[in-house]
């Protein structure tokens, strides 16, 4: 592989009627297989060393051209990936590796793929979630305020730092898919997450997951006060 990443509240039934997804081709784009999900607007921070992917950057780099990135387990590539940016460029060394800073951009999916460069690529279809409609909207927006609160509730459980004004700001797809770069999903549960294209579905299933895990963390705190015990030591032996 040719590259790596550094070290680095349950909502009522909702009904969604989803129509026709929009697509649109692109020319082909360079595949970059990562044993990760990328989502939109999620930071990628890569090191690459193979020849084949710095031959790849160059282009990316020097034509300002997006990659994709694509989940690889084992042999197999998943069909559907997310289109990344190279924003910086860190770190160029004397051997030729890079440390370089993309950022998730556009979902596609693999309509064929090409080997006739050192690198994969593929011709894509860009997708999108679909438009709700107007009746449903309503739902959406109820959902995503609530959203929102359970979001910043679970970084205040988690210890993170969250901006309100960002997440405020935020459309309601792109709200769902920051709450699926959280922790408490496994890397299968990402790609259905990046796979899904009802953007009321992504977010009822992000709360929920987000609201057990809260609840597990509130739990473990109590936990950890009455045993008067650090927040990063192992309970395990305490139990057995």
């Known amino acids: 592989?040719?590259?790596?990443?550094?070290?680095?509240?349950?909502?009522g039934r909702l009904i969604v009627r989803c129509r026709v997804s929009i697509f649109q081709s692109m020319d082909r784009v360079p595949l970059f297989p990562?044993?990760?999900?990328?989502?939109?607007?999620?930071?990628?921070?890569?090191?690459?060393?193979?020849?084949?992917?710095?031959?790849?950057?160059?282009y990316c780099i020097g034509e300002e051209k997006p990659f994709g990135?694509?989940?690889?387990?084992?042999?197999?590539?998943?069909?559907?990936?997310?289109?990344?940016?190279?924003e910086n460029v860190i770190n160029r060394y004397g051997d030729g590796r890079l440390d370089v800073l993309?950022?998730?951009?556009?979902?596609?999916?693999?309509?064929?793929t090409h080997e006739d460069k050192p690198y994969l690529e593929a011709e894509v279809e860009i997708i999108h979630d679909r438009d709700p409609g107007d009746r449903d909207s309503i739902n959406l927006a109820s959902l995503a305020r609530s959203a929102m609160?359970?979001?910043?509730?679970?970084?205040?459980?988690?210890?993170?730092?969250?901006?309100?004004?960002?997440?405020?700001?935020?459309?309601?797809?792109?709200?769902?898919?920051?709450?699926?770069?959280?922790?408490?999903?496994?890397?299968?549960?990402?790609?259905?997450?990046?796979?899904?294209?009802c953007t009321a579905t992504r977010i009822k299933r992000a709360t929920q997951a987000l609201g057990e895990s809260r609840k597990r963390r509130a739990m473990l705190h109590r936990i950890r006060k009455v045993l008067d015990t650090p927040e990063d030591e192992d309970l395990t032996h305490r139990f057995n």
């Not at 592989?1 to 909502?11: D, L, S």
């Not at 998730?104 to 309509?111: A, I, K």
């Not at 935020?170 to 496994?186: H, P, R």
Request: net charge negative.
């Open 1 to 11: 592989m040719g590259g790596e990443r550094p070290p680095p509240g349950r909502t």
């Open 34 to 58: 990562l044993g990760l999900v990328l989502l939109p607007r999620m930071p990628l921070p890569l090191h690459i060393f193979e020849e084949r992917y710095r031959v790849m950057f160059d």
């Open 69 to 86: 990135v694509v989940l690889q387990t084992g042999t197999t590539l998943q069909e559907v990936g997310c289109l990344a940016q190279v």
């Open 102 to 112: 993309a950022v998730g951009t556009e979902r596609f999916r693999v309509t064929a």
């Open 149 to 197: 609160d359970d979001l910043q509730e679970f970084a205040r459980v988690a210890g993170y730092t969250v901006d309100t004004a960002v997440i405020r700001n935020l459309d309601y797809e792109e709200l769902s898919f920051l709450m699926a770069t959280t922790d408490v999903f496994s890397t299968g549960e990402k790609q259905e997450l990046l796979e899904m294209q």
